[in-house]
DNA sequence: CACTGGCACTCGGCGGCACTGAGTGCCAGA
DNA sequence: TCTGGCACTCAGTGCCGCCGAGTGCCAGTG
């Protein structure tokens, strides 16, 4: 039923509509791209590609525009992903070697991928579920105040502050200090609940209550953060596309503040750099209907850390958004993997 | 020449348009205001209000609407500040109450301010110059790296990697941290330089590599750190009232990315809980002419710790987003006060 | 002298109307 | 199976005239 010259169109009608924003007529197609056929015979192809629900057009007397399924299957079967230019590849790298440490490294990314592809980009910072402990650090700030401080190996920094009811000197802290590392250092974070399941009957009686209270703090602060951070950058970029639907930038941008929504857009992370592409209706969020979501998941080696992505109008440059965001999560992996 | 007439005219003409967002007439004034005159001598009124420049007209047959000039002196002379509703009071407690830790808090007073005002909330993190340092700590992370890690009295961290040329045990580093610290722990920040200007030299002359390195990673991170940090809020409200300009949202949600014009937005602390407005041109940055931002330094006790502020359309409700600002700041410099 | 009512004037906004042109579907012919 | 031709549709545009809100000015009044 779809030959290749119907695809042949249907891709055509794609690119054009995303560099030109405006429906795309059979004499258009068949002078901008040599396509070796008359405007008369792309005209059936397009009439069979609305049959099959891949185009539509606007109004009677306009040309064909995409829908969804279009784009769908033209990201599937009908684009290959467009390299980077070196300038690009250049920039990722410059951009992303300067940083000092994690929180710099999210901020850069978010930038890198909003410059890049021209679109709002949205990074999840390394899921703590999915890290392990570095160290763990008390601080006596006074005799009944701990400052506990998580640390992970990929460089997040969680604190707290602990209140004690009872004080406590200086050595009791290093001890409990030393203790408490033995057992969590380098274990999973998810572990860490069953790891310290026993710890506080394990201690030292006079300790116990210092030990319960840290211990207590500590498992609170992992729950609390479940909902794992996001930044998003580039949202002006917005507007470049919106001008003429007004209307449609006010639930997007609700939609940014809701870091809630924005983890669920990017979606589970799988294995790094696989890229998914949620395209209108498929990310199933009110107020996204018209937008695309391009992500891919970001981790060192095999693992798996968390994602980061771009979201952008349906009518987006695919292959070369892909490839950008692709190639940004294989260098975040990277940098995290060395630090 | 501006008698107290013409005063309460000008003030019914920005309270009318900040309403309706329309030019607004003389009949409708006398109508909505109980003037006691009527409209032709409102007319009056007006034509001397507009050749003071208070006032314009934005065709020859529209109502009249306040210029920037007109806002100003409504904003010194003719409002009071708007008493907060108990049930805003209460929002504000309730929001801010259950913080955890300073992003916590940062986070929330945004979102806050975000949606009391229903304008683009900025808040900025406590100015790391103007803190004071709780503790330094030194964590060995494998034999050749250290994770410095600089706690402050407004619970703000900064951290950081620091590469050794040799390797350093446990012991080392538990000593030098205890030197450190007893050189800058409560110190002012921008003091920390100089306390620490002979520190490496007065070492032993077996761990001056190590402090060396010490001493410059730390060093480093505070002039790196000298920009700043800010976090947005409620950039979607942008949208409500840029429905009719769609070309001015653009460079708006631009300067939201550019933290630096934010910060120069925010103004210099002063005093804690003063409060300033700039209308229009008066914050001069290329792309936020017809916006006023409203800021206030929130602090503890009577040190000014850094600014928060809303920015929003030049016809915003002065009044009641003043209230609000200083409401917030004050309420913040509380909290942080308490930690 | 300040205020008022009346009146002529201006001009943006809106609905109606005709025209244009891009684009289509269909059909007969190669 | 493709092509050229043809009639048809309809969004967009420009033009026109009307309406009405709002103004400025002036003469009259307490």
Redesign the interface.
């Known amino acids: 039923m779809l030959d290749d010259r119907k695809l042949d169109v249907l891709r055509a009608i794609v690119q054009d509509f995303v560099s030109t924003n405006e429906p795309v007529g059979s004499k258009a197609l068949v002078e901008r791209h040599h396509l070796g056929v008359s405007p008369a015979t792309v005209r059936n192809d397009m009439a069979a590609l609305e049959e099959g629900g891949y185009i539509a057009q606007p109004h009677t007397s306009a040309g064909r525009i995409p829908t969804e399924k279009g784009y769908r299957l033209f990201v599937d079967r009908l684009s290959t992903i467009k390299p980077l230019s070196p300038a690009e590849r250049r920039a990722i790298e410059q951009f992303l070697d300067g940083a000092?440490?994690l929180d710099d490294v999210v901020r850069r990314t978010v930038r890198l991928l909003a410059q890049l592809t021209r679109q709002v980009a949205v990074v999840q910072y390394p899921s703590l579920d999915r890290s392990s402990v570095?160290?763990l650090?008390l601080?006596r700030?006074t005799g009944s105040r701990l400052?506990l401080?998580l640390?992970t190996d990929t460089?997040r920094?969680e604190?707290?502050?602990v209140e004690l009811a009872t004080e406590v000197d200086e050595d009791a802290v290093t001890a409990l200090r030393a203790r408490l590392n033995a057992r969590v250092a380098s274990a999973l974070v998810i572990e860490v609940p069953n790891q310290l399941a026993d710890f506080v009957d394990q201690e030292p009686i006079e300790s116990r209550a210092v030990a319960s209270a840290v211990v207590a703090v500590l498992l609170e602060?992992l729950v609390?953060r479940r909902d794992d951070r996001v930044v998003v950058?580039?949202?002006?970029n917005?507007?470049?596309f919106a001008?003429d639907f007004?209307?449609t930038?006010?639930p997007v941008?609700?939609a940014?503040?809701e870091h809630v929504v924005l983890i669920k857009l990017l979606g589970e992370a799988t294995r790094p750099t696989e890229l998914t592409v949620r395209i209108g209706d498929e990310n199933a969020y009110e107020g996204l209907r018209g937008t695309s979501v391009v992500s891919a998941a970001y981790g060192s080696g095999s693992r798996a850390l968390a994602s980061l992505g771009v979201l952008g109008p349906m009518r987006m440059d695919y292959p070369g958004t892909m490839a950008a965001v692709s190639a940004v999560a294989r260098y975040v992996g990277r940098i995290l993997a060395e630090?």
Chains 1, 2 share one sequence.
């Open positions: 000092l440490d570095r160290h650090e601080v700030l400052l401080v640390i460089g920094v604190q707290r502050v602060s609390e950058g580039g949202a002006s917005l507007t470049r001008l007004p209307d930038v006010h941008l609700e940014l503040e630090s």
